[in-house]
Nanobody, 123 residues
Framework: HVQLVESGGGSVQAGGSLRLSCAAT????????MGWFRQAPGKEREAVAR????????YYADSVKGRFTISQDNAKNMVYLQMNNVKPEDTAMYFC?????????????????WGQGTQVTVS
């Protein structure tokens, strides 16, 4: 059974940086992808970034390209989201997710496992 726990959220001023971490316990297949999603109040959950556990290939939402970087440490079962030059519109609850690679990377339904989320507030 896979469990995901996010950390690193908080309050930050616009233009600042924040690093989110996702600790995974249980077996994560090399055929799996790890994703970061976010959900602001009153809005649907949206994909931010994804990384393939096996190949390391990454995908980003257009809104965060050039500002956010997803990375992983497979030895530690950790996934990270480095957020630079944050904007007020980045304010949301951020979720870590895991699921089989393939299909449309940004679809919520592609992911089987979810963390509880960590709040990011940009002012």
């Amino acid at each position: 059974h896979v469990q995901l726990v996010e950390s690193g959220g908080g309050s930050v001023q616009a233009g600042g940086s924040l690093r989110l971490s996702c600790a995974a316990t249980g077996y994560i297949s090399s055929m799996y992808c790890m994703g970061w999603f976010r959900q602001a109040p009153g809005k649907e959950r949206e994909a931010v970034a994804r990384i393939a556990t096996g190949s390391g290939n990454t995908y980003y939402a257009d809104s965060v390209k050039g500002r956010f970087t997803i990375s992983q440490d497979n030895a530690k079962n950790m996934v990270y989201l480095q957020m630079n030059n944050v904007k007020p519109e980045d304010t949301a609850m951020y979720f870590c997710a895991a699921g089989p690679c393939g299909g449309t990377w940004a679809e919520v339904g592609q992911y089987n496992y979810w963390g509880q989320g960590t709040q990011v507030t940009v002012s």
